[in-house]
């Protein structure tokens, strides 16, 4: 048996810590211009926890992935200096170097728990039994008591990246790397996550290196903060307390989340005397081992908002939507300035003719597999939705369902329809109702759109042909890569005017806009699956914008944005809302809730701050 493989004694730490030696290192992305990372120099001994921080696009996830022996060949980039893992080359020490990710679907191997976690391990050639012996020990290190045969598939979000977890522990790896690995999470998951990451470190001397935009997280965690400069080189590096507490302002202008230090953002006007109290604008993460805030915000109709001034010289075009234009008609895209603080007018107004109208809506991904019922709600010209809940409550399969990508479950559309369909008195137009007991609706009737939201194309959106879908409803995927289509940003972003058969000076006039109001200008030559996180998030909703949809449905908007770029995308969303286009948001970020939602949908079973269903 291998000494790396040796069974440890009961009680012994799980592996040993390797070390990092960066000296000069730089990487540059084919066909990119730009170095990622350039000219770094970075020392992380053998058993620190480091939580990594930058702006988008400082290089983080290229620094991770280098780390980890998974930035590719030659052909895929070009390196110079050197970077050392415990002494070797990162493609030499696989094996040693753990990584966990953001999406914890993509990171779930196999049907049962015990294969998934043992799938590592088979990899590397470890004997059987002693998998078998490692498999427990990583399940009980991030407290996933479960029989080895549960399926995974039942999983929730939480528990799947507590799986991954465990499969990248079982390794025993020398250095545990993570990847905002609480991303997609709610609330909920977070705080499992976290606390998971937290049982291992306690008896592990493994070196821990972690990316994460939100400071509060991990910052109990880790004993060393390290600030990527933009460009190359290290902004900050010392005690997080110290790092925080001497620079903490600086380090917000640079787009880091420091608690203390809120992003720019749309300020909401006071509420009425008549209206429940504000949600903070953020819930807090308990300490590890301390209690959690798991519940959801409570479901309230917001106040107008007003867009504050930001920091940002670019931000100062307006929205190119308008909801009083014909259909198919261009409009302008004008400029008007963000820092002008408009009034949000139709996030405030009551009784706008829905787009679409759902009654006692049942959603499914697999057809056959309903995962929520009786949703009952309006999506409005002007309003923002936000759509909260725990992870596999059904956030995306309801957002997918209104996108006109999903057939509503069970559902027959109808022939005919009623124009515009049907309001209960009880209904209040001014906010999105949540029911599970209204009365059933014939066939075709649980999602519908109105004949002035059709324009022609049926009163049924699963029913829409691909280039009657592009003006109307824009979609927005939770993993942005799913909707990339192109080799450069340009020619992506082109993709969906170019559907629409426009003319090429009206697609590169589109196309240079969203390029500059995005700040892509830089990488509009560069590939798209090449981007950082928070770049390839910026794409996506570019791409949508494209096409100048009626409603925009976006799953989970903000992650992987800095706190600079969050607040230029909210501040987008909201000049989009001013124009009159819909918004539709799954997100579990509270201070996008508290920013721009007009109405929040909480998913059946879900808890309010109460702990009340």
Not at 184 to 213: C, K, M, W, Y
Request: hydrophobic share 45%; proline share 8%; glycine share 12%.
């Amino acid at each position: 048996m291998s000494a790396a493989f040796a069974p440890r004694a009961p009680g012994a730490p799980l592996t040993g810590g390797a070390d990092v030696a960066a000296r000069g290192w730089g990487w540059r992305h084919a066909g990119r211009r730009a170095w990622a990372v350039d000219q770094l120099d970075l020392e992380i001994g053998a058993g620190e926890r480091v939580l990594l921080l930058g702006a988008s696009g400082a290089g983080k996830s290229t620094l991770i992935s280098a780390l980890a022996g998974v930035l590719g060949s030659s052909d895929e980039g070009e390196e110079r200096g050197s970077l050392l893992v415990g002494g070797a080359r990162p493609a030499d020490a696989r094996g040693r170097v753990g990584l966990l990710l953001q999406d914890p679907d993509s990171q779930v191997m196999l049907a049962r728990v015990g294969d998934d976690v043992a799938f590592g391990c088979e990899n590397l050639g470890v004997p059987r039994d002693e998998i078998w012996r490692r498999v427990g020990d990583a399940l009980d290190a991030v407290g996933l008591h479960l029989p080895l045969s549960h399926p995974t598939s039942s999983l929730s979000g939480g528990q799947k990246q507590r799986l991954a977890l465990a499969g990248v522990l079982a390794m025993q790896p020398q250095l545990l790397l993570l990847d905002e690995p609480t991303a997609n999470l709610d609330p909920r998951g977070v705080v499992e996550v976290r606390d998971a990451v937290a049982r291992v470190l306690e008896h592990s001397q493994a070196t821990f290196v972690v990316i994460e935009h939100r400071v509060a997280i991990w910052q109990h965690l880790v004993n060393r903060v390290v600030v990527l400069a933009p460009g190359g080189g290290v902004l900050a590096d010392g005690p997080p307390d110290d790092v925080l507490r001497t620079r903490g302002a600086a380090l917000a202008a640079a787009g880091v989340w420091v608690p203390g230090h809120p992003p720019s953002r749309p300020l909401r006007a006071p509420r009425g005397a008549a209206a429940p109290a504000a949600t903070p604008a953020a819930a807090p993460y308990a300490a590890p081992g301390g209690p959690a805030d798991t519940a959801a915000p409570a479901a309230t109709p917001h106040a107008p908002i007003r867009v504050s001034r930001l920091e940002s010289d670019e931000l100062n075009s307006a929205s190119p939507l308008g909801s009083d234009r014909p259909h198919g008609a261009e409009p302008p895209l004008g400029v008007s300035g963000v820092g002008s603080a408009p009034l949000r007018a139709g996030g405030n107004r009551t009784g706008a003719a829905p787009l679409l109208i759902a009654r006692d809506l049942a959603v499914a991904r697999v057809k056959g597999t309903t995962v929520a019922t009786g949703l009952t709600l309006d999506i409005e010209a002007g309003r923002a939705t936000v759509i909260t809940g725990p992870n596999g409550a059904g956030k995306s399969t309801l957002a997918l369902t209104l996108a006109g990508l999903l057939a509503p479950a069970g559902d027959t559309p109808a022939r005919t329809h009623p124009a515009g369909g049907q309001r209960g008195a009880s209904d209040t137009p001014a906010r999105t109702r949540l029911s599970g007991r209204a009365a059933a609706q014939p066939a075709g009737r649980a999602l519908t759109a109105s004949d002035a939201f059709a324009a022609g194309a049926g009163p049924h959106p699963i029913r829409w042909k691909s280039r009657e879908l592009l003006t109307r409803i824009g979609t927005v995927f939770q993993d942005p890569e799913h909707q990339f289509l192109a080799s450069t940003l340009r020619s992506e972003l082109a993709v969906g005017p170019r559907a629409l058969r426009l003319p090429q000076p009206q697609i590169d006039a589109r196309v240079d806009e969203l390029l500059d109001r995005l700040r892509l200008r830089a990488l509009a030559e560069a590939n798209p699956f090449t981007l950082s996180g928070g770049e390839k998030r910026r794409l996506s909703v570019a791409t949508v914008l494209a096409t100048r949809p009626g409603l925009l449905v976006l799953d989970e908007p903000t992650f992987g944005q800095d706190a600079r770029t969050w607040a230029e995308l909210v501040a987008l969303l909201a000049e989009l809302l001013d124009e009159g286009t819909a918004l539709v948001a799954v997100t579990h970020d509270a201070e996008f809730v508290d920013a721009l939602a007009d109405a929040e949908f909480r998913m059946p079973g879900s808890l309010n701050r109460d702990g009340a269903v």
